[in-house]
């Protein structure tokens, strides 16, 4: 669904719990995943598979048994963004 698309930005609200991540899609609009109540963020940049700003795969978004929703957005360089949050709302493909 969000195959070869670019991830631009990252912004982290640490006041608000609130995390921002900007995309360019395949139509190079820019559209945004957005996840309010943040209790985890995770962004390797170790670029294991070579230098990468493409999405591979996404999974999620996943309930989890604490109530929270959990995404990982495993990037082309073979890094995995991971963010769980009360609510995550992703952008439509």
Do not use: C
């Not at 608000?16 to 940049?45: C, H, W, Y």
């Not at 591979?56 to 963004?81: H, R």
């Not at 963010?83 to 952008?91: D, F, M, N, W």
């Amino acid at each position: 669904m969000m195959h070869d698309w670019t991830l631009l930005a990252l912004v982290v609200d640490w006041v608000k719990g609130m995390v921002t991540i900007t995309f360019r899609n395949s139509q190079s609009q820019e559209v945004f995943l957005m996840a309010e109540g943040l209790s985890d963020l995770r962004v390797p940049k170790r670029e294991e598979w070579g230098g990468s700003v493409s999405v591979n795969e996404v999974e999620g978004p996943k309930q989890l048994q604490n109530g929270n929703t959990y995404v990982s957005i495993e990037m082309q360089s073979g890094d995995k963004v991971e963010l769980e949050a009360k609510s995550i709302s992703l952008p439509e493909t």
